[in-house]
């Protein structure tokens, strides 16, 4: 995951949203207890009738120690790092998240986080001092803030625990945004079946970035951008203050399933990304049949079991070249042995909802 993130979807980094403490090296840990834990971890959620307990709990104590001598304090709970992880992102995406719609593209920004482990419990999975995790909680929070008075909205926080040993824990987040803008883009894509205008015979987007030198091309003229502000704009999406969203999973989709074998919906012909406009027909036929491949991730309409509870928080899709140089490849050939095709892909988050009720 951290190579499809860093080399394939980050476009511009404003100001960080988070900070990597330090390097990590893995542990000799036993590999199988280990995993079990780290899978327990990502797929934590609290129990249904606690979790409003445990959310407003965990808001109570930010409120009280902000900006205190927390050393001083009695009242913060240690707590284990899967509440951990669930907690401050349920929080941050509260206060902060899926509310800003005004973007003017989308922005995908990681970074890693170093939490040191106070303890184990019976089920060897790592606790943190409630101290930590205050403090991780305001880190995250205020660069959040010093991003927004810097013209860029925050618009969801996902927080992956990579590894551990026996004395720390690697977190990967996974922030998103985009620079404010007056025009209205949701990053959630719209339900099937609903209508989008298509585009007109005479015109033309380049596929990729434009390839003249020294000339500025807006984004607006990139298909890949086009195709985006399409399939988000005037989404009916709300999120309910009742309910929390953290981070599920997330999916991804290549024009190339298997060595020969490719997705014809996303495969859009041989050329290079930064040297190919589209026109009309062509740009309609990959923006309709890109939208029905996003459909049929989307757990909110093929009877998901998690139903209604799974949403794709964002999503983002992008032109690349792909390089065919052991046959079999992909039609149309070449006589030469290989061939360069550009093609989309497609990535996207899926956030788990869960209910909280109001504050008391």
Known sequence: MRTVIEKSIILVILVSFFSCDKSFENTRSNLATKSTTLQKISEYSPPANFAGDIFYGFTSEVKTNNNLDLKSQNSIEDRPIDEVIWLIGALI??????????????VIDTAYHILPIKSFNS???????GETILNKYYEIENNIKLNDENEFSFWSLALIVEDYDEEEILI??????????????????????????????NDWLWAGSSPDFGIYHPIHNTASYRFFEKYSQGSPYTYPYEYVYTYSY?????????????????????????????????????????????????????????????????????CVD??????????????????????????????RRTYVGPAE
């Open 93 to 106: 995406n509260r206060n902060y998240g899926f509310v800003k719609d005004s973007i003017e593209y989308l």
């Open 123 to 129: 089920d060897g999975m790592p606790i943190i001092e």
């Open 172 to 201: 990967m987040s996974v922030s998103s945004g985009g620079p404010k803008s007056s025009t209205r883009i949701l990053i959630m894509p719209l339900p099937p079946g609903t209508p989008m205008p298509l585009f007109d015979t």
């Open 250 to 318: 997330y999916h991804s989709r290549s024009a190339y399933i298997a060595p020969g074998v490719a997705d014809n919906r996303f495969i859009w012909d041989n050329g290079i990304c930064a040297s190919r406009k589209m026109y009309g027909p062509e740009l309609n036929q990959f923006l309709l049949s890109t939208k029905q491949l996003i459909d049929e991730w989307n757990p909110l309409y093929n009877g998901h079991p998690d139903f209604p509870n799974l949403v794709i928080g964002w999503f983002y899709i992008y």
């Open 322 to 351: 792909y390089l065919c140089s052991s046959p079999p490849c992909p039609s149309p050939g070449s006589p030469y042995g290989y061939q360069t095709w550009f093609t989309h892909r497609y990535y996207g988050q899926v956030y």
